[in-house]
């Protein structure tokens, strides 16, 4: 069993940065990949990147690739989403997800454990 706690999210204006933080229980954290993903109201929850289990591979949307950063710290059973140059479409709730494989995915089918997710505004 995993639990996965965001931290990190808030408001902040447009060109701005936040670091998002998931803090993971469990001993198998180091050993899965695991992933951001996004939602906002009415709409289905969308990928924005992903990270293998040892960290040297990484995937991003289309939307993300070139301002946000994933990486994970497995000393500290953390992963973290640097988002920089955000825009007011990036307004959603985002969670922190963890697969049961070392292999990172792009698709929310293939992730075992969520958070519960933080609020991530950005005011134009």
């Known amino acids: 069993q995993v639990q996965l706690v965001e931290s990190g999210g808030g408001l902040v204006q447009t060109g701005g940065s936040l670091r998002l933080s998931c803090a993971a229980s469990g001993r198998t954290f180091s050993s899965v990949a695991m992933g951001w993903f996004r939602q906002t109201p009415g709409k289905e929850r969308e990928f924005v990147a992903t990270i293998n289990w040892s960290g040297n591979s990484t995937y991003y949307s289309n939307s993300a690739k070139g301002r946000f950063a994933i990486s994970r710290d497995n000393a500290k059973n953390t992963v973290y989403l640097q988002m920089n140059s955000l825009k007011p479409e990036d307004t959603a709730v985002y969670y922190c997800?963890?697969?049961?494989?070392?292999?990172?995915?792009?698709?929310?089918?293939?992730?075992?454990?969520w958070g519960q997710g933080t609020q991530v505004t950005v005011s134009s």
């Open positions: 997800a963890a697969r049961s494989v070392p292999a990172y995915s792009a698709y929310p089918f293939g992730y075992t454990y």
